[in-house]
């Protein structure tokens, strides 16, 4: 199994402060890594596939980065709504795998 | 628009199947993948399995003794069974249209308990 280690596990910042959120996989896996937001309460919803290809819809301060093993998702001036659970995914493998997530919070 | 949607007890008792519906409208299920995720009390994600445009089937080996996932074509639906279930089960299931970009598209997930 492929098994992809985040971090941190909790964030705390403040509304306007930008941040990093790193994915780290336990093999090469190239840019098959994808990355969601999950609200309180809802389903979890695509941000970025394969690493840095946006997707529609999503807000244009969410980016992301990296190759091979390592991965971030990048929030630029963080906003209220932002404050919820991020999850990378890798299907390199037939087996997909999921990262425990990172917590962002309101410091 | 693509829409999911998750049926099915809430309920289980432990030793049980544990059966769910996913209706899908928007979108053919005869074409793509479709599959099934949960989340455990605590927040680890679980991808567990998926039926693919023609009929054939993955799951993640650690289900699959216990997994089965099937589909009715005719009412755009798809099924998940999950055989001889225990209290560590228990979770909020997903289905999703699967593939390799990413779930795209998801259910509003259905919480469903082991208990006796």
């Known amino acids: 199994n492929i098994v992809l280690t985040q971090s941190p596990a909790t964030l705390s910042v403040t509304p306007g402060e930008s941040v990093s959120l790193s994915c780290r996989a336990s093999?090469?896996?190239?840019?098959?890594i994808h990355w969601y937001q999950q609200k309180s309460n809802e389903s979890p919803r695509l941000l970025i596939k394969?690493?840095?290809q946006s997707i529609s819809g999503i807000p244009s301060r969410f980016s992301g980065s990296g190759s091979g093993t390592d991965f971030t998702l990048s929030i630029n001036r963080v906003e209220s709504e932002d404050f919820s659970i991020y999850y990378c995914?890798?299907?390199?493998?037939?087996?997909?795998?999921f990262g425990s997530g990172t917590k962002l919070e309101i410091k | 628009e693509v829409q999911l949607q998750e049926s099915g007890p809430g309920l289980v008792k432990p030793s049980q199947s544990l059966s769910l519906t996913c209706s899908v409208t928007?979108?053919?299920?005869?074409?793509?993948?479709w599959g099934w995720i949960r989340k455990f009390p605590g927040n680890k994600m679980e991808w567990m399995g998926y039926?693919?445009?023609?009929?054939?089937?993955s799951y993640n080996p650690s289900l699959k003794s216990r997994i089965s996932i099937t589909r009715d074509t005719s009412k755009n639906q798809f099924f998940l069974q999950l055989n001889s279930v225990t209290t560590e089960d228990t979770a909020t299931y997903y289905c999703?249209?699967?593939?390799?970009?990413?779930?795209?598209?998801w259910g509003q997930g259905t919480l469903v308990t082991v208990s006796s």
């Open positions: 394969y690493a840095s």
């Open positions: 999703a249209r699967t593939g390799s970009s990413g779930f795209a598209y």
């Open positions: 093999q090469s896996i190239s840019t098959s």
């Open positions: 995914q890798q299907s390199y493998s037939s087996l997909f795998t």
């Open positions: 928007g979108y053919s299920i005869t074409s793509n993948y």
């Open positions: 039926i693919s445009y023609s009929g054939s089937t």
